[in-house]
């Protein structure tokens, strides 16, 4: 088990550019979540999926936004025509889902600047 | 408009001593998890509670749910300094939604 792989750990982009990241989950979880979070604040839900499909996807979410779980293994996260304001830490999770204890593991995240 | 409010938001608080977090949400949740963050750090899962009444404890800390009234608590018994960090509760269900986040100091 080698935990949940987050790649890069830190990206800096200038506005306008569009980026990708990458999250590998723990090999035999079916669920994979994406959340950014701010400095001193709590985490936002972004979107998750159940294998390859798409379940949710936040409300607060724009469209410059896009997420794929091909395949239903690793994921990653588009975010396009980048803005200051997308700058956070992007931070990628999973679990087996078994109905009745699901625990989500995280993994060290994606820091995102937006110059 | 959903909520999901902590408190207190920070917390100091002596060795030796017990202290309860509480999660008050807005609306009907499937499961409501606790998360402990350590600074700089990611989010390490703590508990899942599933139904009302539900109560998890692990070493110190003990999770509990009362769906009627929309309350989750967290309880630290004889609070020691490792357990210093930020503590968030999430409620899921169509969407998922943290809490404010309790910043907890254990002062030796």
């Known amino acids: 088990d080698t935990g949940v792989s987050q790649d890069p750990r830190h990206k800096i982009t200038k506005r306008g550019q569009n980026v990708t990241f990458r999250c590998d989950p723990i090999?035999?979880?079916?669920?994979l979540y994406w959340y950014r979070q701010t400095l001193g604040q709590g985490p936002e839900f972004l979107t998750y999926?159940?294998?390859?499909?798409?379940?949710?996807k936040s409300r607060l979410l724009s469209d410059r936004f896009s997420a794929e779980r091909p395949k239903g293994s690793f994921s990653t996260l588009e975010i396009q025509r980048t803005e200051q304001g997308d700058s956070a830490m992007y931070l990628c999770?999973?679990?087996?889902?078994?109905?009745?204890?699901?625990?989500?593991?995280f993994g060290s995240g994606t820091q995102l600047s937006v110059l | 408009e959903l909520k999901v409010e902590q408190n207190p938001l920070f917390l100091s608080m002596q060795e030796g001593k017990n202290y309860t977090i509480y999660c008050n949400y807005s609306?009907?949740?499937?499961?409501l998890y606790w998360y402990r963050q350590d600074p700089g750090k990611s989010l390490e899962s703590l508990f899942v509670?599933?139904?009302?009444?539900a109560v998890k404890q692990e070493g110190r800390l003990m999770a509990s749910l009362d769906t009627k009234a929309r309350l989750s608590t967290l309880h630290i018994t004889a609070a020691v300094h490792d357990l210093s960090a930020t503590y968030f509760c999430?409620?899921?269900?169509?969407?998922?939604?943290f809490g404010t986040g309790t910043s907890l100091t254990v002062i030796p």
């Open positions: 999770a999973s679990s087996l889902e078994t109905g009745y204890n699901e625990k989500l593991f």
């Open positions: 090999s035999e979880h079916n669920r």
């Open positions: 999926f159940q294998n390859e499909a798409q379940l949710e």
């Open positions: 609306t009907t949740s499937d499961r």
């Open positions: 509670l599933l139904s009302n009444g």
């Open positions: 999430e409620i899921t269900g169509n969407q998922f939604y």
